[in-house]
């Protein structure tokens, strides 16, 4: 596969990105904020591709999906027919209460069969196989029986979804648990669709050290790093910078994301 | 004895709504000291959307004031749906109700400026009307046509300055005092092809407008209006500027 | 028809004859603009984590008072009721 890597599309970007045109592997917009407005975004389907990323379908409500929403989300992915869809490992709803955070999961085989049965439904509803974010961890729950990645491997084994691997969440949650970021080495190679990169901001939590997945900075010497040992042991992937936080000017964005191309060919090239 | 993924999302909602503590226990610290990261990024990401919903009230209110006005709202009404475009419809009555806002009485007008803006900056492209599409009908049919208001047209009246309490707001307005005793405004706010906007109404536009809501005809709308009311004009601004819906 | 109804058709359909430049007014006009930014996103608040160990500040104690372009907004009403 090619070392294609893109960007995020952010509202304060949209005029020049529509301008200028500039090169990029694809162009990645969040379902939620396109639900109705977005004739400028399908303007760029000519020049660009699309991955849409899904920040709200909380895919870990033990009651199930919101059938509103995601009617709202198939409508526009019929209208973008993007390259990619995704959303999260992790729930943001329950009750008719909306928490605005992608919250961890127990995993347990409860909460497998419960994101297995939601991703199932996403996928009929859509009519495609999405893909599943590895998130950013905070805490843990002692009684979880299955690693992330265990967990991961068996929902892509149970759903038939493909997994976004994002190399800065391993770096976030493996720091912030205390856990081995080389465990995400044994997920199911052959699934995984995307990968994301992203900078964290790094804080001081009563004398601990905690990362914080802000998006909000160049992605870190470490990150990097990590990124490079998973292109070795899984090849290339379409590759997208998050900036999310005091987004930088686009030609930053674009440079990140030239870096990545270039990181993910040099080593698919050592590796061929 | 685990508990119950059904139980621990109860008790997670529960902390994250300001509710009880849940009994749960993270595998590295005390629990409490990591849901609380959680909380504070609700209650901060709630919060910014708001600000971004509400631009204007927090210029006039401040950073600081309007972060403890929405963490209070935020407090008694999260969002019962993910898209954050639509959160906060019940903001405007809430600053209403709020002692805190006592001191400054136009806060609400203010609030229901920005939301009918949020509204009409999302509202669908299509169904306005233009003075073509009525070209081919006989003029003496035309005093009877419903016209109704586009989407997202919506009428903001107010006894407050509005529109220069809005333009003192703008990020680099001058310093200058607004009166607000200057008398109040009739604003008109729909969407444009690449924005929202609201422009000014006489007394007669306005009502004129809002007979059209309500669904009379031209005829009887123009019933509604003063004896200086422009018809003819009115009419034209108002296909301009795309505030009509095609008729059905 | 009656004498009202003649004038308010030929109101009505004089606006619609009106040169093109007088109908594209409204796009001329004085517009008071606004753009939206979505609000939608997958990262976590860089501040979640700051001061974990202190209270999460849900007192509604009022201790601030506006700061903002309410001080320039002056004269009529400045209280409800």
């Known amino acids: 596969m090619d070392p294609v890597a893109g960007i995020g599309l952010r509202a304060p970007h949209l005029a020049e990105i529509a301008r200028e045109r500039p090169a990029t592997g694809f162009l990645e917009i969040h379902a939620e904020n396109h639900l109705e407005r977005s004739e400028a975004v399908e303007a760029l389907r000519v020049d660009y591709a699309f991955s849409v990323h899904a920040v709200g379908l909380s895919l870990g409500s033990v009651d199930g999906l919101d059938e509103a929403h995601l009617a709202r989300v198939a409508a526009l992915v019929k209208r973008l027919e993007p390259a990619l869809v995704s959303d999260h490992?992790?729930?943001?709803?329950?009750?008719?209460?909306?928490?605005?955070?992608?919250?961890?999961?127990?995993?347990?085989?409860e909460a497998l069969a419960v994101v297995v049965r939601n991703v199932q439904r996403l996928q009929e509803a859509l009519g495609r196989q999405?893909?599943?974010?590895?998130?950013?961890?905070?805490l843990g729950f002692a009684q979880s029986t299955l690693s992330e990645p265990e967990f991961l491997a068996e929902l892509v084994r149970q759903s038939g979804c493909g997994l976004l691997l994002d190399v800065n969440n391993i770096a976030v949650t493996a720091h912030?648990?205390?856990?081995?970021?080389?465990?995400?080495?044994?997920?199911?190679?052959?699934?995984?669709?995307?990968?994301?990169?992203?900078?964290?901001?790094?804080?001081?939590?009563?004398?601990?050290?905690?990362?914080?997945?802000?998006?909000?900075?160049?992605?870190?010497?470490?990150?990097?790093?990590?990124?490079?040992?998973?292109?070795?042991?899984?090849g290339c992937r379409p590759t997208l910078v998050e900036w999310d936080t005091d987004l930088p000017a686009l030609s930053v964005l674009l440079e990140e994301a030239a870096r990545a191309a270039s990181v993910g060919g040099r080593r698919a090239a050592r590796a061929a | 004895m685990p508990l119950a993924l059904r139980d621990l999302q109860k008790a997670?909602?529960?902390?994250?709504?300001?509710?009880?503590?849940?009994?749960?226990?993270?595998?590295?610290?005390?629990?409490?000291?990591?849901?609380?990261?959680?909380?504070?990024?609700?209650?901060?990401?709630?919060?910014?959307?708001?600000?971004?919903?509400?631009?204007?009230?927090?210029?006039?209110?401040?950073?600081?004031?309007?972060?403890?006005?929405?963490?209070?709202?935020?407090?008694?009404?999260?969002?019962?749906?993910?898209?954050?475009?639509?959160?906060?419809?019940?903001?405007?009555?809430?600053?209403?109700?709020?002692?805190?806002?006592?001191?400054?009485?136009?806060?609400a007008d203010v609030a229901r400026l920005d939301w009918a803006l949020n509204l009409a900056f999302h509202a669908p492209a299509d169904g306005r009307l233009a003075a073509a599409d009525l070209a081919a009908l006989p003029a003496?049919?035309?005093?009877?046509?419903?016209?109704?208001?586009?989407?997202?047209?919506?009428?903001?009246?107010?006894?407050?300055?509005?529109?220069?309490?809005?333009?003192?707001?703008?990020?680099?307005?001058?310093?200058?005092?607004?009166?607000?005793?200057?008398?109040?405004?009739?604003?008109?706010?729909?969407?444009?092809?690449?924005?929202?906007?609201?422009?000014?109404?006489?007394a007669g536009e306005a009502a004129f407008i809002a007979g059209l809501g309500e669904g009379l005809s031209l005829e009887e709308a123009a019933g509604r209006a003063d004896t200086g009311f422009d018809l003819s004009a009115c009419f034209a601004r108002l296909l301009g500027l795309g505030a009509l819906a095609a008729a059905q | 028809m009656t004498t009202t109804r003649i004038a308010i058709a030929s109101a009505l359909a004089a606006a619609l004859v009106l040169p093109a430049a007088t109908q594209a007014q409204g796009n001329m006009e004085r517009c008071y603009g606004v753009a939206k930014a979505g609000k939608n996103d997958c990262q976590t608040a860089k501040s979640s984590c700051a001061g974990t160990s202190k209270s999460d500040s849900q007192t509604d104690a009022w201790i601030s008072v506006p700061k903002g372009v309410c001080d320039k907004l002056v004269g009529g009403k400045t209280t409800a009721g």
């Open chain 2, 12 to 107: 997670f909602a529960a902390h994250l709504s300001g509710e009880d503590q849940p009994a749960l226990v993270a595998e590295i610290l005390p629990a409490a000291q990591r849901l609380r990261i959680h909380r504070h990024h609700m209650l901060d990401s709630l919060g910014s959307a708001l600000a971004a919903t509400f631009p204007t009230v927090q210029a006039v209110v401040g950073a600081d004031f309007f972060r403890r006005l929405a963490r209070a709202f935020i407090g008694q009404s999260l969002p019962s749906q993910p898209v954050l475009a639509e959160y906060g419809a019940g903001f405007p009555a809430f600053v209403a109700g709020h002692h805190a806002a006592r001191d400054l009485p136009y806060l």
């Open chain 1, 130 to 138: 999405v893909s599943i974010e590895n998130p950013s961890c905070y």
């Open chain 2, 140 to 202: 003496d049919e035309l005093p009877s046509l419903r016209l109704g208001l586009a989407p997202g047209t919506v009428l903001v009246a107010s006894p407050y300055p509005l529109d220069r309490i809005w333009a003192a707001s703008q990020p680099g307005a001058a310093a200058d005092p607004v009166d607000l005793a200057a008398g109040g405004v009739r604003l008109l706010v729909l969407r444009r092809p690449d924005d929202a906007a609201f422009v000014a109404l006489s």
């Open chain 1, 89 to 109: 490992l992790s729930w943001s709803t329950f009750g008719s209460r909306y928490f605005n955070d992608l919250l961890p999961l127990p995993y347990t085989e």
């Open chain 1, 176 to 234: 912030n648990l205390r856990l081995d970021a080389r465990d995400w080495l044994d997920l199911p190679g052959q699934s995984i669709t995307q990968y994301h990169l992203a900078g964290h901001a790094v804080n001081d939590a009563d004398g601990e050290t905690i990362l914080i997945d802000d998006h909000g900075s160049r992605v870190s010497d470490g990150v990097w790093a990590l990124f490079a040992d998973v292109v070795d042991r899984f």
